[in-house]
């Protein structure tokens, strides 16, 4: 998605700017640029493809300018060409604007801009912002007060900053539905999009929320509302280091991320899971905990990912507290007009706090009066700013566009909320303790199925090759057959599907042959029985089978043609483990067939457009 990154100071912008997108790529892009203000000209350089590109084509010795903007984008309107890459000039190609978000009115502001003379260069929506600052700068208006007018008549979302070669003083940036976050340094300050893009010179950020407009001079910044009221904000400072973002000495975030997991389980645990009470103590739960437990429904809305942590969370929740829990895509939630109680309690599950249509799904629970409530990872993101209560899952910044541990992170936050309400609805703490001790071995379980990661790479060149692949799990193991296929083809292009076991013989079954590998995730729980006759269907129409295996399970070697046994655990727990190897499986397979891991083609990390 479109990152933002904004310097004035003292130094050279160039470096700090380019750097700054370098630590944005992450988010997925298209094209990259970068405008600043030179010997009082604005400049502007841009490219399509990676930053590197960009950064060849600018010679850092022949400019020094301390005011200047730079973006990363990803194609809303307009394809990915250096045309429509940001920034985007005025008519005067004096002002220089960057725009995260779409605006949705765009065609009729052109239409009337154009009949008053402007000329329009770009296929993008975010270009007739430029134009329409000018319009009221030239009737005379301070670039602040211009950048509100032309604010209000937009309709849509926005991150916005721009810089103006008449005022050349400050950044004006402006926030709506799109995250933005000023940089506060000495002498200097920023604005980004994301904090990562500016760790390198600040730890001290101040969140923009919707509807406010920042003036951000090189020693001081002031925030004022649309309707022009100055607001005071407050700084907070970031505990991440750089170094937590960085690739730690794999060869990719997303391996980084998969090893990772033994801790990041762990520290989504840390100081919540009570094993001798048997419980959990969630102090973003305690403000709504009588309304959560009083409520007459769960319901569940993500996307992705996320959504499909979410199916595991009904899983839970429906077992141990008996209540009611339905999993909503948020994307359909938003749109359907949905039944919506102010006893309905709305778990929202976002790794990024940022995806659009799920922060759209919030607000609209939100208006109808339930209880919405978040799960997300980036502190202080919008959906986690959005709730009325919530968990923070605690996994540590994912980079990787691929979600790994932000999954299992999630898995744990949905059991941790299933074992506090089960309990103060009537589990029996022996029951309740159980729970937590087997979460408790968790982190020690994944370390051991991560010992088998050259394992899963052979397996994983045996399959490279294969075109289509079928996922096939039952009960707690259901999602993790969706996830491990969602892995497989963001990142491999590979089409693979997930489904039910069971469901097979309802249709899927008439693929089966020896070019279709199917991945059956078999550990011994109620369902084993089952999903062994699963396997002997596939096994008769000779199809090739991976299966997903309890170490104490001997049997089943003889039935497929590869195994990776893994620890056991109680089946809600299952889904924890049994996806681990799916991951590595995916990334091996990805990184065979020579691929961009990290980055997938047409993929963002944090999809903040609908
Ligand atoms: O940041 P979120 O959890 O809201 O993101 C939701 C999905 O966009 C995300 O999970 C996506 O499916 C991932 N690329 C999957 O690996």
Not at 283 to 297: A, F, Q, S, T, Y
Not at 351 to 356: D, L, N, R
Not at 494 to 502: K, L, N, R, S, V
Request: charged residues 25%.
């Amino acid at each position: 998605m479109c990152g933002i990154i904004g310097y004035i100071g003292e130094k050279n912008c160039i470096p700090i700017i380019i750097n700054g997108l370098k630590r944005l790529e992450y988010r997925g892009y298209d094209s990259a640029g970068l405008g600043f203000i030179h010997n009082g000209n604005a400049h502007v350089i841009k490219s399509k493809g990676k930053v590197s590109i960009l950064e060849e084509k600018i010679n850092s010795n022949q400019y020094f300018s301390s005011l200047g903007i730079g973006h990363t984008r990803w194609a809303t309107h307009g394809i990915p060409n250096e045309t429509n890459a940001h920034p985007h000039f005025n008519e005067s190609k004096n002002l220089l604007i960057i725009h995260n978000g779409i605006i949705e009115n765009y065609q009729t502001i052109k239409t009337s801009l154009s009949n008053i003379g402007y000329k329009f260069y770009t296929e993008t929506d975010s270009e007739v912002i430029a134009h329409l600052i000018d319009s009221f700068i030239h009737k005379g208006n301070t670039l602040l007060k211009s950048v509100r007018l032309a604010l209000s008549e937009v309709e849509g979302t926005y991150g916005l900053a721009v810089i103006y070669n008449g005022e050349a003083d400050k950044i004006i940036a402006a926030r709506k539905g799109s995250p933005l976050v000023i940089g506060v340094g000495d002498g200097e300050n920023f604005i980004a999009s994301d904090v990562s893009a500016i760790l390198a010179h600040t730890k001290q950020v101040v969140y923009l929320e919707d509807g406010e407009i920042v003036e951000v001079y090189k020693d001081k910044f002031v925030t004022r509302t649309t309707s022009d009221e100055e607001i005071q904000k407050e700084i907070h400072e970031i505990s991440l280091s750089l170094d937590e973002i960085d690739k730690g000495g794999y060869s990719h975030f997303m391996l980084k991320e998969i090893m990772e997991q033994p801790e990041s389980v762990r520290n989504s645990m840390r100081g919540r899971l009570l094993i001798p009470e048997g419980s959990a103590k969630l102090g973003g739960l305690d403000n709504v905990i009588e309304r959560l437990l009083n409520c007459k429904r769960i319901i569940i809305s993500a996307c992705g990912t996320s959504w499909h942590a979410g199916l595991v969370g009904e899983y839970m929740i429906e077992k141990y507290a008996q209540i009611p829990t339905e999993v909503e895509y948020a994307s359909e939630f938003r749109y359907r007009n949905p039944i919506i109680h102010p006893d309905d309690a709305i778990f929202f599950i976002s790794q990024s706090g940022e995806t659009a249509d799920t922060l759209a799904a919030m607000k609209e629970a939100k208006n109808k009066g339930a209880l919405a409530l978040g799960i997300c990872n980036v502190v202080g993101s919008s959906i986690a700013r959005e709730s009325l209560g919530g968990v923070y899952i605690h996994a540590g910044p994912e980079i990787g566009v691929a979600s790994t541990k932000a999954f299992t992170s999630q898995l744990v936050v949905l059991a941790l909320i299933a074992l506090l309400l089960s309990r103060k609805l009537g589990m029996k703490a022996e029951e309740g303790k159980c729970i937590a001790e087997h979460m408790d071995q968790l982190p020690d379980k994944i370390a051991q199925i991560l010992k088998l990661n050259s394992e899963i790479e052979f397996i994983a060149s045996e399959f490279q090759d294969a075109k289509n692949f079928l996922y096939l799990g039952r009960g707690f193991n259901f999602p993790v057959a969706l996830e491990g296929a969602l892995k497989l083809k963001e990142i491999s292009y590979i089409h693979a599907e997930g489904y039910p076991a069971a469901e097979m013989k309802h249709g899927p079954i008439a693929l089966i042959d020896e070019n279709m590998p199917a991945i059956f995730i078999a550990p011994k729980d109620s369902t084993y029985d089952k999903i062994i006759s699963n396997i002997q269907e596939v096994k008769a129409r000779k199809g090739r089978i991976i299966a997903i295996a309890s170490e104490s399970d001997s049997e089943i070697d003889h039935l497929v043609d590869y195994t990776i046994k893994i620890p056991d655990t109680i089946s809600m727990l299952m889904p924890i483990l049994t996806v681990i190897p799916l991951q590595l499986l995916a990334y091996h397979i990805a990184v065979k067939k020579g691929l961009n891991v990290d980055q997938p083609r047409n993929l963002a990390k944090s999809v903040t457009v609908e």
